[in-house]
């Protein structure tokens, strides 16, 4: 519990996002089994992150100013937002999503302001190389997660107030998709002109394809919610051009982080063992297979199709994988002889 990392909730994010894909593809056995997964993964999690606040408050708290691994505490929102959706598309509790939702929120305000108005403030800071790192965009996944079930949400909302959640989640949107160009131009100026160890290159810069996948599934919502928006039908061309954007954006990234992938592990020789960051690049890849999926619905690119069949095998075998090495790191961890 003292060292648990504040970027575990990715567990919940990629369990919860393969769960979401299966339930496209009709496998209702195995999404509302990684649904349940998910319930018990996000109890035990909030449970373990609550007592590490309450017992151990200066490793805690340092961890949220730390420029490594403060951005790690935005997996507690956008692991609480996907579970809402979860209610939501496979549970239909829209009671649950809703306050699931207002915990994103609530969650998100504290975070947001608190994490980055440290790192202004805080005398001592490390530089660019050692600061920046692709868990910063995890900030714009739980930015964009917001959106994305604010948008599910106003869909079952009451009127008059769908309108204003529908605004909600489209200034959300917005917001997420100016944070991640701030983001990536740092991370693509670290890539270009600083040293780049294998050890560098580490799980979460999958993120720099998942944020993009996720604010694609994002405005897919919003187009289709035009019907019960009309300021969101007036910016009808705008949202369907952003969110071909995004998605172009996130799918140009996939190939240049397997090639990146083939460095480290197959020419620098890096070991491949079991890291819980290995689960924010669970996420990326069910995210994308989900948001394919839904733009091209939304847009009617059914040329789209073959994507996201292939891309929730690959998310479903790196979820057996990386749930097999937390069996094993647990099964060791509870084998291991105290002092």
Not at 136 to 154: K, M, N, R
């Amino acid at each position: 519990m003292k060292d648990l990392p504040p970027a575990y909730f990715a567990l919940v994010m990629a369990t919860g996002i393969v769960s979401i894909a299966a339930g496209d593809f009709d496998l209702a056995t195995l999404a509302n089994g990684l649904f349940g997964v998910n319930l018990v993964a996000f109890a035990v999690l909030a449970v373990s992150t609550v007592l590490r606040a309450v017992r151990y408050p200066h490793r805690f708290f340092g961890d949220m100013i730390d420029h490594r691994v403060g951005t790690g505490f935005f997996t507690a929102v956008a692991a609480s937002c996907i579970l809402g959706v979860q209610f939501l598309l496979l549970g239909h509790n829209l009671p649950a999503a809703i306050a699931f939702l207002a915990l994103g929120v609530v969650l998100w305000i504290a975070l947001t302001y608190t994490i980055f108005t440290a790192f202004a403030v805080k005398r001592e800071k490390p530089p660019l190389e050692r600061g920046i790192t692709g868990a910063w965009l995890v900030a714009v996944v739980a930015t964009q997660s917001v959106a994305v079930l604010a948008a599910l949400v106003a869909r079952d909302w009451p009127q008059p107030f769908r309108l204003e959640l529908n605004f909600f989640a489209l200034s959300m949107w917005l917001w997420g998709g100016m944070f991640y160009i701030w983001i990536i131009s740092l991370i693509f100026y670290r890539y270009s002109f600083f040293a780049f160890s294998p050890g560098d290159l580490t799980p979460p810069y999958w993120i720099n394809m998942g944020a993009m996948a996720i604010s694609a599934l994002a405005g897919a919502r919003l187009v289709e919610n035009t019907v019960d928006a009309p300021f969101l039908a007036s910016l009808l061309p705008f949202l369907k051009g952003f969110t071909v954007f995004y998605w172009a954006t996130g799918t140009w990234w996939i190939p240049m982080l397997l090639v990146l992938g083939v460095w480290r592990h197959g020419i620098q020789r890096f070991p491949l063992r079991y890291d819980p960051l290995y689960w924010g690049a669970v996420f990326p890849l069910g995210m994308y297979s989900v948001a394919t999926r839904e733009m091209a619905a939304a847009l009617d690119l059914p040329f789209l199709a073959p994507l996201p069949p292939a891309m929730f095998a690959a998310a479903l075998a790196a979820w057996i994988l990386a749930f097999a090495g937390l069996l094993w790191e647990l099964r060791a961890t509870v084998a291991r002889p105290r002092s």
